[in-house]
Structures are given as C-alpha cells and as structure tokens.
C-alpha cells in the first residue's frame, strides 16, 4: 500500500523559513516522481515543485523558484521542500504527491499526474 505522510508545517513570520517532509512507503522510490501542492483557502490545488527519484532532475512553479528548494533522501525515501523567504501568500496546506515515473510522464506539476497523495501539512505565514 503506497502511503505519504507530510511533516513540518506550522506557523512562521514572513521571511522565516520551513522545511517539509514527506516519508514515502509501499513502493520502489527511485522509481517514482514525487510532487508537492499546496491548497490555499478558496483556491484550486496547484504544483508547488517536483523531483524525480531516480536522477534528481527538479521542477519548480515560478513563484517559488530562488524561495523553495525540493531534494530527496532515497536511503530514506523521504523528499524534503526547504521554504526560505516565506510570504504570506504561501499560506496553504501543503501536499507530497507520487507516481510511478515513465516516458508518459510530463506534465510535472499538474495534479491530474498524480495518483498517491499524502494527507497535508498546514503552512501559515503571518505578515
């Protein structure tokens, strides 16, 4: 059974910094591509960064890209998001998303690519 579990939201100041975690179980993780979301309130989920496994290649949306960066353990199969530079508009719960990684796999940040989904961690930025 594939499950994701996040941890390290909270709450931070604006400029502060976090780290996520998402520890990954009940698959071959260099096989797979792994995402983070986020969800604000009142808004669609939208791709925040995403790493694939197996080479290390990242993604990042443009909002985050200098602020956020996204690595992974795979003696841990854990991926980890480092938030620096939070602003409030970062605000959300945060998601780790995983699908097994093939030739068919392109669209790396949309949420239809995905299958497996963690439960969330809630990020609060204060202004």
């Known amino acids: 059974e594939v499950q994701l579990v996040e941890s390290g939201g909270g709450l931070v100041q604006a400029g502060g910094s976090l780290r996520l975690s998402c520890a990954a179980s009940?698959?071959?993780?260099?096989?797979?591509?792994i995402g983070w979301f986020r969800q604000a309130p009142g808004k669609e989920r939208e791709g925040v960064s995403c790493?694939?496994?197996?080479?290390?290649?990242?993604y990042y949306t443009d909002s985050v890209k200098g602020r956020f960066t996204i690595s992974s353990d795979n003696a841990k199969n854990t991926v980890y998001l480092q938030m620096n530079s939070l602003k409030p508009e970062d605000t959300a719960i945060y998601y780790c998303?995983?699908?097994?990684?093939?030739?068919?796999?392109?669209?790396?940040?949309?949420?239809?690519?995905?299958?497996?989904w963690g439960q969330g961690t809630q990020v609060t930025v204060s202004s």
């Open positions: 009940g698959f071959t993780f260099s096989d797979y591509a």
């Open positions: 790493i694939i496994s197996s080479d290390g290649y990242t």
């Open positions: 998303a995983a699908q097994a990684f093939d030739i068919y796999f392109s669209d790396y940040l949309s949420t239809a690519s995905y299958d497996y």
